[in-house]
């Protein structure tokens, strides 16, 4: 298969980015594929968002897949200029920011997928290795296929590396990362569970826990951090993003990053039905560290620094990701082959265009060092898209402007 793009990931920024190729770069659509082992685009998400019970999304409604901001605004009811008010569901959005319910949501994804084909062009495998070429980049797919390429865009997430803490056990069924492939571990019964971690996931896992009958122990390190976003709003324009560019330093940027963001936090609204569900007696949150687990007999026994015990019939891990680089041997391999530059963190250093080498584009968390703490969420894949699109229409006109 000889293509022009291959996106690896087909996550929110694998989507994006291919309809906003297909849609305003005029790339053809039989000249790209997006390679993601799902069963559909977009699955990890779906999976992910469902565990935790989300009900609206933590980002506002211009922040979404579609190629015009206001489209999932139109697609409820809000009319273009000049037009009449149309019928509008209550609760398809919450304030502030009218930020989307989650099945509505997913319901403009699924148009933007249709309306740009994207299920026909998704290759259902894993990239196992990439190799840089004179003439293109060749791709080598779990599937056995190989694929050759003009370009990659590497939009692989964080997803595929949960963090997990040193006392917990991997192999006991009663243990499990709520983000790890293929997680299974939703109690079935009625059941005591033990939720560990402190930001927006925890929460919404524990409620969703109480809220189907369960007893429910939530284990934070530190109190409640409420913070609308996950990094301040001004990291989506010149406010911040004025310094943070005219930082050559990439290790200086690396910190800036760290600083800005709001790891381990929750908005406002979450913490409200948290705090109200501990008022009630639906769960109990307990400050503390872990210090052990005890899994040797029939039920469980969380040791907390505070000297408490916790007794539980199940674990439940919402610890977020591990900071390290993502991509795992695809990307170590290639940066060996390539000699692919990277700052001290790990992480690319790639142009303001997101391309790490004339042939090799990135986005999400490895395109951070140059789109800042937005880089990992939706904001961050319409801003990569950004790059991309302008990188390959100027590309183009100066092509079409160069003298036979």
């Known amino acids: 298969m000889n293509l022009d793009w291959l996106i690896i990931g087909g996550g929110i920024h694998g989507v994006h980015i291919a309809a906003r190729l297909v849609g305003e770069a005029s790339v053809a659509p039989e000249r790209l594929r997006i390679v993601d082992p799902g069963e559909r685009l977009l699955e990890r998400w779906r999976i992910c968002t469902e565990t935790t019970g989300m009900s609206y999304l933590r980002s506002p409604s211009v922040h979404h897949l579609g190629l015009d901001p206001w489209s999932l605004l139109r697609s409820a009811g809000k009319p273009k200029k000049g037009e009449k008010n149309k019928p509008r569901e209550v609760g398809l959005f919450t304030p502030p920011y009218d930020r989307p319910q989650l099945r509505l949501f997913n319901d403009h994804c699924d148009k933007v997928i249709e309306t740009f084909d994207l299920s026909s062009l998704h290759v259902r495998a894993r990239a196992e290795s990439c190799t840089l070429q004179c003439n293109g980049v060749r791709v080598q797919l779990s599937n056995g296929r190989e694929v050759t390429t003009q370009s990659i865009v590497l939009a692989v997430g964080a997803g595929e590396q949960p963090e997990w803490p040193d006392w917990a056990p991997r192999e006991d069924g009663r243990v499990h990362h709520i983000f790890e492939a293929g997680f299974e571990g939703w109690p079935e019964t009625m059941e005591t569970a033990i939720v560990v971690g402190g930001g927006v996931s925890a929460c919404q896992v524990a409620l969703r826990l109480a809220d189907e009958g369960h007893q429910v122990h939530l284990v934070s390190r530190h109190a409640l951090r409420e913070h609308q976003f996950d990094s301040d709003p001004g990291w989506l324009g010149p406010r911040f993003m004025g310094h943070f ?5 990439v290790d200086r940027r690396r910190g800036l990053i760290a600083s800005a ?9 979450v913490r409200r039905a948290l705090r109200q569900a501990i008022e009630q007696g639906q769960l109990v949150w307990h400050e503390s560290e872990v210090e052990k687990l005890d899994a040797e007999g029939q039920g469980l026994v969380m040791g907390l620094t505070t000297g408490a015990l916790v007794e539980a019939q199940r674990v439940l891990l919402a610890t977020g990701f591990a900071s390290h680089r993502p991509g795992g041997t695809l990307v170590d391999d290639l940066i060996t082959s390539a000699s692919l530059p990277c700052a001290r963190c790990g992480y690319p250093i790639v142009d303001t265009a ?3 080498h004339p042939r090799v584009y990135v986005s999400g968390p490895l395109a951070e060092l140059e789109l800042g703490p937005v880089a990992r969420n ?8 950004d790059r991309l699109v302008d990188a390959v229409l100027a590309a183009r006109s100066s092509t079409e402007k160069r003298p036979a």
């Open 378 to 385: 939706i904001a961050g894949a319409r801003r990569a898209a």
């Open 261 to 269: 963001r709001h790891r381990g936090s929750v908005p406002p609204d």
């Open 354 to 356: 997101l391309r790490w």
């Open 245 to 249: 560019m005219g930082e050559k330093d």
